[in-house]
């Protein structure tokens, strides 16, 4: 199990978080906790209400929708920021592909954390939108 050096370090390299200094990272890692899962538990749900941002310690996960792999995520990536940004139901299942351990923002320190740390509001919204043109840029199924 990672602890919270560990998560602090894994923050770092999450586009929205890396301009934090160590001190503010470590503390952002006080505020989430470890979660794990086992090879083929679903993490959340399409549909689900975004009760958190996930960061992948440990492990990977596939990202479906309708059955369809639209992603595979590994150590160091993450999940589940539109849902805590907009409220809106969750827009694709996350399945843990093996022993899978994640660290868990809930949504309300998410939000704190923007109020607290407006800076890192402009890499949220770059990443949001590169994820948005991928999306828009791939195929229709």
Known sequence: MAGPSEAASMIAKVPF??????????AVASEG????????????????????FYLILDGGAEVRK??????????GEFFGEMSVIDGQPRSADVVAVSPTTCWV????????????????????LKELVKRLRAAQSSPAS
Not at 17 to 25: A, H, V, Y
Not at 35 to 52: L, R
Not at 105 to 124: K, Q, T, Y
């Open 17 to 26: 978080f890396d301009g934090l200094d160590e001190k503010t990272r470590k």
């Open 105 to 124: 923002l809930p949504a309300w320190n998410f939000s704190g954390l923007i109020r607290g740390h407006p800076e890192v509001a402009i890499p949220m």
């Open 33 to 52: 906790r470890e979660v794990s899962f086992k090879a083929g538990d679903m993490v959340v749900g399409e549909k689900g209400v975004g009760v958190g």
């Open 66 to 75: 309708g059955g369809k792999v639209l992603a595979t995520l590994g150590k």
